[in-house]
Each structure stands twice: as C-alpha cells, then as structure tokens.
C-alpha cells in the first residue's frame, strides 16, 4: 500500500492529450489474481476529484482509454494502464465534486520500475 498524492494525470491515448485532477491524499492497494491469464494486478480505483470544466465532464461521461500517473510520497512516479493494455477512465459528476471511476488491470505490478 502507497499513500500517494493529490494530483491525478491522466493521459488519453488516442488524442495524446493529457488531464490533472486534484483529489484527497489517497493510497492505493492493486489486488493480484491468478487465472489462465497468468497473474493480473487489479488496479481499479474510484476517488473523488475537484469538479472539473463541462467540456471534461462531458469528454469523460463515457469511459475512455488512458494511462494513469500518481506521485508517492518519495515523488517516485507510478504509472496505471499502458498503451497495449490502458485503464478506462470514466468522471461522475456530482454537486460540488465528481468521481473519477478507473478500471485497469495488467500484468505487471505499478510498482515494479
């Protein structure tokens, strides 16, 4: 378990457009599951972020193929999803903040350089 910092990058793959939002301190804990596969690391996550411009919410209103970066506390960056295998990103919107929905799983723990 890592406790990360505030800020989530978010890379889109596709329009190679890159996205900060602002959330709580927050750790994150990816789950490892052994199937015909081989070994997946779960990297799923759902926080919530500071209420980001429409035009985002709205490109985010469905899920989306990106890359994740987080920050530790050792400013070591750990990254989630790849271009073979990227996270999907979707943003809910609520009152006064959303809640960015990540899903990823892949082969190899964020962790490991």
Same mark, same amino acid.
């Given at each position: 378990m890592k406790e990360l910092s505030t800020l989530i990058?978010?890379?889109?793959?596709?329009? !190679?457009?890159?996205?900060t939002f602002l959330a709580d301190k927050f750790s994150f804990e990816?789950?490892?599951?052994d199937n015909d596969?081989?070994?997946l690391f779960d990297c799923s996550l !759902?926080?919530?972020i500071e209420l980001p411009?429409?035009?985002v919410l709205s490109f985010f209103?469905?899920?989306?193929?990106? #890359? #994740?970066?987080?920050?530790?506390?050792?400013?070591r960056e750990i990254k989630v999803g790849s271009v073979y295998l990227p996270a999907r990103v979707s943003i809910n919107p609520y009152l006064n903040a959303a809640k960015i929905n990540i899903n990823?799983?892949?082969t190899q723990s964020p962790f490991i350089l």
């Open positions: 990058k978010v890379h889109h793959i596709k329009m !190679n457009k890159d996205f990816p789950t490892s599951s596969a081989g070994i !759902n926080k919530t411009p429409s035009n209103s469905s899920p989306q193929s990106c #890359i #994740i970066s987080f920050t530790d506390s050792s400013l990823c799983k892949q």
